[in-house]
């Protein structure tokens, strides 16, 4: 039978069957900004580095502004000092962007909503990339600047993944919700891919260290104007796309009602934190996080003190991890397309299996890291990169499930989860430090897993159990056609066709 899915022919190809359309490239766009985002993330972990990696400049340099150098003066590339920071510094400098991160998450997804993700997006971007370009400067108003820099540069971009949903709501159909949000969100992977196997290239360049800045900012810029001139909030203002496409993506993006932003009703907090479907959305988020983090930030320990392999010395080491999960993310949406051809298979079965494969084989390869001997490294780097690699999965899992239940308010739903996973990746490390008391302790590390495991087990467990698909009845509180535009239905229980 031909559903509203397959009715709108252009140009010789149905809609749905093009290879690529504005919405492929609105995703496309989406990429490279998490990739820019990711990038500037950890551009100060590798050029912390750098930038502290010359002995004869750390005589003459320090991160007090006041004290004497044998380069005094204002240094505009700042390419020829060094500085030689303590490690409560480096910590420092390293939390500021999450604390500025945390606090836009839900404003960010709010504002998204009322005056569309182009916006929210164009302006957190900019802000973030000018901010990249002065953070070498700052440098030479001591390190307290720099740790500025960061926080505002967190500011700019916590409204990054909900405005990220807030598009993804207006511009993905239904049936292709997985593979579009895989196609925005696995740019984080590339862009710390990129900027960890690059980063050494870049700071012996002619600019140094500085470098690593100034070059991500101009990308910023540079990506600012296709963002300005080929994006759009929703596909009505589109000013290139075809009316077949639009007549697709409007048809089949929600079977509830889709409302404008200037006629959105008000949010429905209560509703939504009454909601077991949002709240074990809202759990799986944060036991994801804590589980993912915990692996990136202790991992290289744990190699380097049981195993004796610095990971952070070798950026294919370094890069593996992300590079797999990069890889991965894209045959799970061929997997994915695969199970969905597959007649009466349901859109909440497919979430469900992928955000299992995502957690629960990442679980028991955390389980089985644990009893790794201390002889066999190359075994124990294999499941760390299966671990987070296969975690690529949840791409279609629960990190898109934002928008099935509530497409009107899927910016703020991803606002509220991404903040609170992120304390969450905040509290990780504080536990770490009240488990491990001897970092060559085995026994230690394994209860460290065996948590994470535990996290990824629960989290997913509820998320399989109370999860849904289907558009929460708070999605429209208001029932009136000349508020909303009704959407069609897919097919009867969210079955994906």
């Not at 303590?86 to 960010?108: D, M, N, W």
């Not at 600047?145 to 960061?150: E, F, Y």
């Not at 260290?209 to 596909?235: E, N, R």
């Not at 949010?267 to 949002?278: D, E, G, N, R, V």
Request: aromatic share 14%.
């Amino acid at each position: 039978m031909t559903t509203a899915l397959t009715m709108v022919k252009t140009g010789g190809k149905y809609a749905n069957e093009k290879f690529i359309g504005v919405r492929h490239v609105q995703c496309i766009l989406c990429f490279f900004c998490l990739a820019m985002s990711y990038a500037w993330r950890v551009n100060l972990s590798v050029a912390l580095v750098a930038m502290t990696d010359n002995s004869t400049a750390l005589a003459q340099n320090t991160t007090d502004p006041n004290a004497p150098s044998s380069e005094p003066g204002f240094d505009f590339f700042n390419s020829e000092r060094y500085y030689n920071f303590t490690q409560k510094e480096k910590g420092s400098l390293q939390a500021s962007f999450f604390f500025g991160y945390i606090v836009t998450q839900v404003p960010g997804g709010y504002i998204a909503q009322r005056y569309g993700a182009k916006t929210m997006l164009m302006y957190g971007l900019g802000i973030a990339a000018m901010i990249t370009m002065l953070s070498p400067m700052s440098l030479q108003f001591g390190w307290v600047a720099l740790a500025v820099m960061r926080f505002v540069m967190g500011l700019a971009q916590g409204a990054v993944h909900p405005a990220t949903h807030a598009l993804l709501a207006k511009w993905s159909p239904a049936e292709e919700r997985g593979m579009l949000g895989t196609l925005c969100y696995s740019g984080a992977q590339f862009g710390t891919v990129v900027m960890l196997a690059t980063s050494g290239f870049i700071a012996d360049s002619v600019l140094g260290w500085p470098s690593i800045f100034y070059l991500g900012g101009a990308c910023g810029f540079i990506w600012m104007v296709f963002w300005y001139l080929f994006s759009a909030s929703t596909p009505e203002e589109h000013r290139l796309i075809s009316a077949g496409e639009l007549k697709y993506i409007t048809d089949s993006r929600s079977d509830g009602k889709m409302q404008s932003a200037e006629k959105l009703a008000p949010t429905p907090w209560k509703a939504i934190f009454s909601s077991l479907p949002f709240l074990s959305l809202l759990v799986v988020h944060c036991t994801h996080m804590f589980g993912y983090w915990l692996l990136l930030m202790q991992i290289p320990t744990y190699m380097k003190k049981i195993y004796h392999v610095d990971i952070k010395q070798g950026a294919l080491l370094s890069s593996l991890p992300y590079m797999v999960m990069l890889l991965l993310s894209f045959f799970f949406v061929w997997l994915s397309k695969v199970l969905q051809k597959k007649e009466g298979m349901s859109l909440s079965f497919n979430r469900k299996i992928f955000n299992s494969i995502g957690h629960w084989i990442p679980m028991l390869s955390l389980i089985a890291l644990g009893y790794v001997p201390a002889d066999n490294a190359a075994l124990a780097v294999t499941l760390l990169t299966l671990t987070v690699g296969i975690s690529g999965a949840t791409y279609l899992g629960f990190q898109v499930n934002h928008i099935d239940l509530s497409p009107n308010y899927a910016g703020t739903l991803m606002g509220i989860t991404n903040c609170a996973a992120n304390v969450m990746s905040g509290i990780a490390p504080v536990i770490v430090g009240q488990i491990v008391v001897d970092e060559t302790s085995v026994t230690e590390w394994r209860l460290v897993f065996l948590l994470a495991a535990a996290f990824y087990f629960l989290g997913n467990l509820l998320f399989v159990i109370f999860g849904r698909t289907e558009v929460q009845w708070w999605d429209s509180p208001r029932d009136n056609k000349e508020d909303a535009e009704q959407g069609t239905p897919l097919a009867p229980n969210g079955q994906v066709k």
